[in-house]
């Protein structure tokens, strides 16, 4: 893909490459297109566009870990197994990580190193404009490297589960009708989640990590 040295193209674009180990690409390409479902293309599935195959979710397991389980943000921090992520952005205070249950390909999620759980009130003026500053450079690497018509930038979390503050950073690709945007796009209960090969997410995370280490990078 274009993570070879020498490749010209200024957007990596990953989705169109080279990676081919996830259904991901292929969707997102097609969406890229511009030959979304509103084509006639597929069938009436709820995973639209800018979507393409969705993997297999166990919502039950997933919720019993984030009520139950330890959190996944400091468990990744310190190693813990089951909790590995593939980390593109880290500055020592804020880290940015690929969403092991994307609903859109390459989304992100942005958190601060410390185990904080109020996405306003846990930071003083300073610390939330440089955690912002992370989300903003976060969000443009993205958009260079998976087909991108609108950022997608929210802040969610609950004190149930999933407690550590982090944003998360998604891409809605072009091509996807407009009643599956939004929401729907991001929620896996309604969309699933994408089917993204191991090996098109380390592509993907590579070539973000690559854009994050230029200049304002890390
Ligand atoms: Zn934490």
Redesign the pocket.
């Known amino acids: 893909m274009s993570d070879r040295p020498g490749d010209p193209s200024p957007r990596p674009a990953v989705a169109g490459t080279g990676a081919r180990a996830g259904e991901g690409a292929e969707a997102a390409a097609r969406a890229e297109a511009g030959t979304g479902a509103e084509a006639g293309a597929g069938p009436e599935t709820g995973a639209g566009d800018g979507a393409g195959a969705r993997a297999a979710f166990d919502a039950a397991a997933y919720k019993e870990r984030a009520r139950s389980g330890p ?1 996944f ?2 468990a990744m921090l310190a190693g813990e197994p089951g909790f590995e992520h593939r980390i593109v952005y880290d500055d020592g205070t804020h880290v940015a990580f690929l969403d092991r249950y994307p609903t859109l390909l390459g989304k992100l999620l942005v958190a601060p190193r410390a ?1 904080i759980v109020d996405a306003v009130r846990g930071f003083d003026e300073d610390a939330y404009l440089a955690l912002q500053l992370v989300v903003h450079r976060v969000a443009t690497a993205l958009a260079r490297v998976v087909p991108t018509e609108r950022l997608y930038v929210l802040s969610l979390g609950s004190m149930q589960g999933y ?2 503050v982090h944003w998360h950073v998604a891409a809605l690709p072009p091509g996807v009708p407009y009643e599956q945007q939004e929401y729907h796009a991001l929620m896996t209960s309604r969309q699933g989640v994408l089917a993204v090969g191991e090996q098109e997410a380390e592509e993907i995370a590579r070539a973000l990590r690559r854009e994050l280490s230029g200049p304002g990078g890390d």
Request: aromatic share 0%.
């Open positions: 959190c943000v400091c185990h407690a550590h």
